[in-house]
């Protein structure tokens, strides 16, 4: 099952042959896994309805990988076939070599490199010393770490990150770049530019009782006609230093690691509240979130080309996938919710309140 992809924001190149690439990993898991049988580690994770499942052989590894999915982790199969089967393995722990087709390390640390046509079936990503290989229609994830203690950042918040934007967009479940708050089943989709404060409301707001779904990405499904289920993908947060100024209760949760003067810090929600961090809501609005001067934070209605322009720019361009798909599922947001623009304001305790008065409202225009 292949759709047209188009890559962006990050560095690509081309690989001689994909699919000796991917054969290559498959028994490199293999070997792996013969050879440590004690360090072996399997889960099920339930994402955007459907179940994934987990192989690792290397227990740091699994760790390093699975924080940012821990909310999402089901009981097994029951013995049905998973619809996407991801196997990985730690050459420091295994002993097995893990190949690497570029100096990933060199390329820029939230876009990796990605290898292959976009066209192909086979989509591989390297980042941080994490190599990741996608069969696009058989539905098979495979990669190796070099050191399963020392992934990154990156890796840690944002885990097999773009074959994840690949397998989801090919089942039409696209990914935003987007928060996602909910409060009594109703969720509001946070939208804007990169700084405009998505993440300062979504974190207030679960502070204040909300239930978080996600900071940054959020996977969209619409299985009725004008009808959207918003799911989390990552309980990663990427506090800024500004976020970390305005919100200082959340910088104990901050993971070390971060590297000396980085922008953000990886904070794990689940790490917070676990119980007030949900897999999937029925999305009730559009926020567009915009910074301001004013002490008192203000919300109102706005039209549905704003909307969309805070959505687009960021989903089509930063995110490493985009296509049609993306696009039609973006305006159809537009088109079918209320769309509100929200000016932060200097008083963060008054967001909560602001945002379950628009849910309590709920104005269909």
């Known amino acids: 099952m292949t759709r047209p992809i188009a890559f962006r924001g990050v560095r690509s190149t081309w690989h001689g042959d994909s699919a000796a690439r991917l054969a290559e990993m498959k028994a ?33 590894l699994a760790d390093a990988l699975g924080m940012a999915l821990r909310h999402l982790v089901v009981a097994s199969g029951g013995g049905r076939a998973p619809d996407l089967a991801v196997a990985a393995w730690d050459e420091r722990t295994s002993g097995v070599a893990a190949p690497t087709v570029a100096d990933s390390r060199s390329a820029p640390s ?21 190599e990741l290989w996608l069969d696009r229609d058989a539905a098979g994830l495979w990669g190796c770490a070099r050191d399963g203690t020392d992934v990154g950042l990156q890796n840690r918040g944002k885990p097999f990150h773009v074959p994840l934007l690949v397998w989801l967009a090919d089942r039409d479940v696209p990914v ?12 509001l989709l946070l939208v804007g530019q990169g700084g405009t404060g998505k993440t300062t409301v979504a974190m207030a707001c679960f502070l204040d009782g909300f239930d978080f779904l996600g900071d940054d990405y959020v996977a ?5 006609a004008g009808t959207y289920v918003g799911h989390g993908l990552y309980d990663s947060v990427w506090l800024t230093r500004d976020g970390e100024a305005r919100l200082p209760g959340l910088a104990r949760y901050a993971e070390p690691g971060a590297p000396t003067g980085a922008p953000k810090r990886l904070v794990h929600a689940a790490s917070i509240c676990p119980e007030r961090i949900a897999r999937a809501v029925r999305i009730r609005g559009v926020v567009c979130t915009t910074l301001g001067d004013n002490a008192v934070p203000t919300i109102s209605a706005t039209t549905r080309a704003k909307a969309l322009l ?9 995110l490493p996938v ?3 798909g993306l696009m039609d599922r973006m ?17 963060l305790t008054l967001l909560p309140g602001l945002l379950r008065g628009v849910l309590r409202t709920g104005d269909r225009r």
Do not use: N
């Open 28 to 60: 490199g898991f293999v070997r792996a896994r013969d050879r440590r049988p004690d360090e072996f580690v399997e889960a099920w994770i339930g994402l955007a309805g459907m179940s994934v499942r987990l192989r690792i052989v290397g227990r740091d």
């Open 110 to 130: 939230e876009g990796g490199v990605i290898f292959g046509d976009v066209e192909d079936r086979v989509v591989g990503h390297a980042r941080d010393g994490v």
């Open 176 to 187: 935003l770049h987007a928060a996602l708050i909910a409060h009594d089943g109703a969720g």
């Open 220 to 224: 969209i499904e619409e299985p009725a």
């Open 310 to 318: 805070a959505m687009a720019p960021t989903s089509t361009l930063r």
């Open 322 to 324: 985009t296509g049609a």
């Open 331 to 347: 305006a159809g947001l537009a088109e079918s919710l209320p769309c509100y623009e929200l000016c932060l304001g200097s008083d």
